[in-house]
């Protein structure tokens, strides 16, 4: 038997110049050259695709570590995995460090609904007194000279009613900051409806907490 080492079956230098190492010689390919097969984990084969495409699919997320590629020059037409390419490895690592920090963003900005615990107390006691305060403003029209008190409770009242039909399409935090709004609202007005001070009061004490947001580390 030969003692001769056995030739490498994948063209290192030209792997490295794929991959982007410093001193590396550039491998014999374009960007149009169209010859890189890519293969999932279920077996399906997909190509050809340029260089320009593969690393557009690593940075979208198609192709993931567990992927297969070949090159007719640079795998020598062997199968290997993605995560040998290092300019492949760390477009996909990116990607999935991305997709991460998102998701746990969404996570934390998650919609209101009617049976979420935060936003019932305050979402009643807006509609309390927005209904007060539609009653107080025909009270006080009475009065030529009380108009002006009349015309805010009902512009107050038309808001209030507004947060409260919107209330499922919120997020926790514009939930929040609208809830303050009208509950600070609310208690101004209270010099001129009690109910509306009242609400105005519990609103505040019965808003959403504040939820800290930190960043994903993979």
């Not at 593969?54 to 590629?69: C, H, P």
């Not at 020598?76 to 990607?95: C, D, F, H, P």
């Not at 007194?129 to 029209?141: E, H, P, Q, T």
Request: hydrophobic share 40%.
């Amino acid at each position: 038997m030969s003692n001769t080492p056995r030739k490498p079956l994948i063209d290192q230098r030209k792997l490295e110049a794929y991959s982007g190492s410093p001193g590396s010689i550039p491998p014999k390919q374009t960007i149009e050259d169209r010859s890189w097969m890519v293969q999932r984990v279920h077996g399906d084969t997909y190509g050809p695709y340029t260089q320009n495409e593969l690393e557009n699919y690593a940075t979208q997320g198609r192709i993931d570590l567990t992927s297969m590629v070949l090159h007719p020059r640079i795998t020598k037409n062997q199968w290997i995995a993605v995560g040998r390419i290092a300019k492949l490895r760390e477009l996909i690592l990116q990607s999935t460090r991305a997709n991460a920090e998102v998701n746990a963003s969404r996570a934390q900005e998650t919609s209101t609904s009617k049976g979420d615990s935060f936003s019932t107390a305050s979402s009643v006691t807006i509609l309390i007194s927005g209904v007060s305060n539609i009653i107080l403003a025909i009270f006080w029209m009475v009065f030529i000279i009380t108009i002006p008190i009349s015309i805010a409770l009902v512009v107050l009242a038309i808001f209030e009613f507004m947060f409260y039909s919107g209330r499922d399409d919120m997020t926790r935090a514009k939930f929040r900051s609208s809830a303050t709004t009208l509950g600070v609202c609310g208690i101004v007005c209270g010099l001129f409806n009690t109910i509306s001070l009242v609400c105005g009061i519990i609103t505040l004490a019965n808003l959403p907490k504040k939820t800290s947001r930190k960043r994903v580390v993979l």
